[in-house]
């Protein structure tokens, strides 16, 4: 069984946590984020933290919210823990009043699927801003 739970990122063990998670999921692919912004949570099993999701508000789109990170340790794949954080993000952005979340992904069909799955679509922003072959991702909060 897994437990979802948003968390302060200014906690000292959190931010350990998080920034544990984020090297053994990202490895060196991705840099590590800035904690301090925006909603994060945790997903548990047991007591052990093995996946993590943040979105912070949207530079990309008016008044959404953009996911920063979701990543799961690869022993707990399958087990529908990205689209879980997914949810409890969407239903953050729906409270705060944002119209949309999105996100990308570059080079990882797992993903991709997974927000396909959730009900993001493809889209194609004004300005790009990351690889030239990623793909970028929508979902309306509305």
């Known amino acids: 069984m897994y437990r979802i739970r948003i968390v302060d990122a200014s906690d000292d063990d959190v931010a350990d946590a998080l920034s544990d998670l984020h090297q053994s999921t990202f490895l060196d692919s991705a840099a590590m984020p800035q904690f301090e912004l925006g909603a994060w949570w945790l997903a548990y099993h047991g007591d052990d933290a093995v996946a993590f999701a943040g979105v912070v508000p949207s ?44 996100s990308d992904t570059t080079d990882n069909p797992i993903s991709a699927n997974n927000f396909i799955q959730a009900g993001y679509r493809l889209f194609e922003p004004e300005a790009p801003w990351a690889w030239a072959h990623t793909l970028y991702w929508r979902k309306w909060l509305r």
Do not use: C, P
């Open 59 to 102: 530079t990309h789109v008016r008044n959404g919210g953009y996911f920063s990170r979701v990543g799961v340790l690869q022993r707990h794949w399958g087990r529908g823990l990205q689209r879980r954080l997914m949810r409890v993000a969407e239903a953050s952005g729906r409270r705060i009043g944002w119209d949309s979340i999105v």
